[in-house]
């Protein structure tokens, strides 16, 4: 859909950029993406995403805010402490972009839910803090071929790759059988909050390029950030031919 004089106005600083047209900005406009967890990584790239003009965000998180959550979570005002994470966050974002349809859910995601809420997402940007969770989600994504914006941050770490099922591999066949452990949490080990909108931001980047038809920065890369020492590290990855969940044996594809 051709973009309103509004839309025209509000996006103008990024229609600017010489290689930025506005069919690009109608694709973004069209694209509908599904953030999972709104803690300290989906409460910074949701917002980002609404502020970008995406036409439709899934919001799924079962958390309520929490003091804790205030220094890092940049969707949230002290006045969100005891509210639903999803709605806080929906408010938040509607007073961002009035333009951006928000749906939440106020459940974990799981097996048995995902198909039902994410059937209308386009592309999804990770913000789990659990490998079980991600797994659900990156078989979901191979099974739809939706690609999958990985994230994960912890301390002053983080790490990103974009997975575009049939084109790369997937989160198995680079984290093999990595699995969640309690003592490597951001409540157990800290977290600083400035990392998380360096990784969010390159996530959204991410969206951007995919939504807009371009290939990816991250395609077969993992991106690490050390925020302490100001590194970027970028490693190459591939797909595992004998992935089970992505692989040629698998069921999935
Ligand atoms: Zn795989």
Same mark, same amino acid.
């Given at each position: 859909?051709?973009?309103? =004089?509004?839309?025209? +106005?509000?996006?103008?600083? !990024?229609?600017?950029?010489?290689? #930025?047209? $506005?069919?690009?900005? *109608?694709?973004?406009?069209?694209?509908?993406?599904?953030?999972?967890?709104v803690?300290?990584?989906?409460?910074?790239?949701?917002?980002?995403?609404a502020?970008m003009?995406?036409?439709?965000?899934?919001?799924?998180?079962?958390?309520?805010v929490?003091?804790?959550?205030?220094?890092?979570?940049?969707?949230?005002?002290?006045?969100?402490?005891?509210?639903?994470?999803v709605?806080?966050?929906?408010?938040?974002?509607?007073?961002?972009?009035?333009?951006?349809?928000i749906?939440?859910?106020?459940?974990?995601?799981?097996?048995?839910?995902?198909?039902?809420?994410?059937?209308?997402? =386009?592309?999804?940007? +990770?913000?789990?803090?659990? !490998?079980?969770?991600?797994?659900? #989600?990156? $078989?979901?994504?191979? *099974?739809?071929?939706?690609?999958?914006?990985?994230?994960?941050?912890?301390?002053?770490?983080?790490?990103?790759?974009?997975?575009?099922?049939?084109?790369?591999?997937c989160?198995?066949?680079?984290?093999?059988?990595?699995?969640?452990?309690?003592?490597?949490?951001?409540?157990s080990?800290?977290?600083?909050?400035?990392?998380?909108?360096i990784?969010?931001?390159?996530q959204?980047?991410?969206?951007?390029?995919i939504?807009?038809?371009?290939?990816?920065?991250?395609?077969?890369?993992?991106?690490?950030?050390?925020?302490?020492?100001?590194?970027?590290?970028?490693f190459?990855?591939?797909?595992?031919?004998?992935?089970?969940?992505?692989?040629?044996?698998?069921?999935?594809?």
């Open positions: 859909m051709p973009l309103s =004089d509004e839309q025209k +106005d509000r996006y103008s600083r !990024f229609l600017r950029l010489t290689d #930025v047209h $506005e069919e690009d900005m *109608e694709l973004i406009n069209s694209t509908n993406i599904g953030v999972i967890g803690g300290g990584l989906g409460s910074s790239s949701s917002r980002l995403l502020a003009g995406f036409k439709k965000l899934i919001l799924v998180d079962p958390d309520i929490e003091l804790s959550n205030i220094q890092r979570q940049l969707l949230f005002n002290t006045e969100d402490v005891g509210k639903k994470k709605e806080a966050a929906s408010i938040n974002l509607q007073k961002l972009n009035p333009q951006v349809e749906e939440t859910y106020d459940v974990a995601i799981q097996s048995n839910n995902i198909t039902d809420i994410l059937r209308d997402v =386009d592309i999804i940007i +990770d913000g789990l803090d659990s !490998f079980k969770a991600r797994r659900i #989600v990156n $078989e979901y994504s191979i *099974e739809k071929k939706k690609p999958y914006v990985f994230a994960g941050a912890v301390e002053y770490y983080a790490n990103t790759t974009t997975f575009l099922p049939c084109s790369t591999g989160l198995n066949c680079v984290m093999g059988d990595a699995k969640d452990n309690s003592e490597m949490t951001a409540a080990i800290g977290i600083t909050p400035e990392i998380l909108p990784v969010t931001s390159i959204v980047r991410e969206a951007v390029l939504a807009t038809k371009k290939k990816p920065n991250l395609f077969n890369k993992l991106l690490s950030i050390d925020i302490n020492s100001i590194a970027f590290d970028i190459e990855i591939q797909k595992n031919e004998n992935c089970e969940v992505c692989g040629a044996s698998s069921s999935k594809e």
